[in-house]
């Protein structure tokens, strides 16, 4: 069965720093791996997303991720954070055209002014 | 940009009582789901819908739980019999049939159950 880790529970940056939230996941192939973002109060809104190809993905808001299969991992990153990227950040995984989403625990980030 | 709409915002229901969630998915997108999220825990897979039926449900989606798209546009959770640990926030999602389209997640109702 598939997995998502996401081994960071909380994370404080300042802004202006630099960014990476961890991602690992299990799976026997290749997944479709995607990022999400929610802000207090909101929905889940998509950031990034990976099906097959260049393995490094631009996503909205200046946020990146990078598959990279032998570490199982999909790492989101930012250069420079802003106050407004304080929010949890999940990272999910599915297996096909139309099966689940199966989510990571999240990543609360806190940014500091 | 269109967007899954869900109502209310928010739920408060007294347990054993039965509540139905609504939401509008986007208009030409065919897979449905439902998701929920306990407060401080991951988002959990409830169940998927395409061609108007069930076609994955979870463990957690048991006969308390059912699924309808009664017209063309709206996409509905009935929880018959609600239990305390039902709170949460419970999220409709949607999706083209290309495989290469995510899930488009509403921003979601919050059931509290007293």
């Known amino acids: 069965a598939q997995s998502v880790t996401q081994p960071d529970i909380h994370i404080t940056v300042s802004e202006g720093a630099s960014l990476e939230l961890r991602c690992n996941y299990s799976?026997?192939?290749?997944?479709?791996l995607f990022w999400y973002v929610q802000s207090p109060g909101q929905g889940l809104q998509l950031l990034l997303k990976?099906?097959?190809?260049?393995?490094l993905v631009q996503g909205i808001k200046g946020f990146e991720a990078e598959f990279k299969r032998s570490q199982s991992s999909f790492n989101l990153r930012k250069p420079s954070v802003h106050w407004s990227d304080a929010a949890e950040y999940f990272c999910?995984?599915?297996?096909?055209?139309?099966?689940?989403?199966?989510f990571g625990t999240g990543t609360r980030l806190q940014v500091t002014l | 940009e269109p967007e899954v709409t869900q109502t209310p915002s928010h739920q408060v229901t007294q347990m054993g009582q039965e509540v139905i969630l609504r939401c509008v998915p986007i208009?030409?997108?065919?897979?449905f789901y439902w998701y929920r999220q306990i407060l401080g825990q991951k988002v959990e897979f409830l169940v998927s819908?395409?061609?108007?039926?069930?076609?994955?449900k979870s463990e957690i989606f048991d006969d308390q739980f059912s699924v309808e798209r009664p017209d063309g546009s709206n996409f509905t959770l009935k929880i018959r019999s609600t239990k305390l640990e039902d709170s949460a926030m419970y999220f409709c999602?949607?999706?083209?049939?290309?495989?290469?389209?995510?899930?488009?997640f509403g921003n979601g109702t919050r059931l509290t159950v007293t």
């Open positions: 999602a949607s999706k083209q049939l290309d495989s290469n389209s995510p899930l488009h």
């Open positions: 799976y026997g192939a290749t997944p479709y």
């Open positions: 990976y099906f097959s190809g260049d393995t």
């Open positions: 999910a995984l599915n297996t096909g055209t139309a099966s689940k989403l199966t």
């Open positions: 208009s030409n997108h065919l897979y």
């Open positions: 819908f395409y061609n108007n039926e069930i076609s994955e």
